[in-house]
């Protein structure tokens, strides 16, 4: 089993730079592909960016394409979400996954927040 601990979310301006951070517990972190969700007020989960298992393989959502870089350091057992060119659209709590293909985990949650 993996548990996922998100940080590094907060307040920041239109235009600004977040690094968000996701732990995983467990020796099995670099079997999992990982992903990094938002959701926000109102609105449905959405997918946002993801990454195999060995980093090769990235993908992103289009409103977020250009502005975020999603990478991962197995031997630090960590994903980042680097989230640049910031906009209010952006503010939604971002939540990280794991999977394994059969098994998923989901971490708890980090609220970014995007004024105008």
């Known amino acids: 089993q993996v548990q996922l601990v998100e940080s590094g979310g907060g307040l920041v301006q239109a235009g600004g730079s977040l690094r968000l951070s996701c732990a995983a517990s467990?020796?099995?972190?670099?079997?999992?592909?990982m992903d990094w969700f938002r959701q926000a007020p109102g609105k449905d989960r959405e997918i946002v960016a993801t990454?195999?298992?060995?980093?090769?393989?990235?993908t992103y959502a289009d409103s977020v394409k250009g502005r975020f870089t999603i990478s991962r350091d197995n031997a630090k057992n960590t994903v980042y979400l680097q989230m640049n060119s910031l906009q209010p659209e952006d503010t939604a709590v971002y939540y990280c996954r794991g999977t394994d293909g059969v098994n998923r985990y989901w971490g708890q949650g980090t609220q970014v927040t995007v004024s105008s």
């Open positions: 467990g020796r099995t972190f670099s079997k999992y592909a």
């Open positions: 990454i195999s298992w060995s980093g090769a393989r990235t």
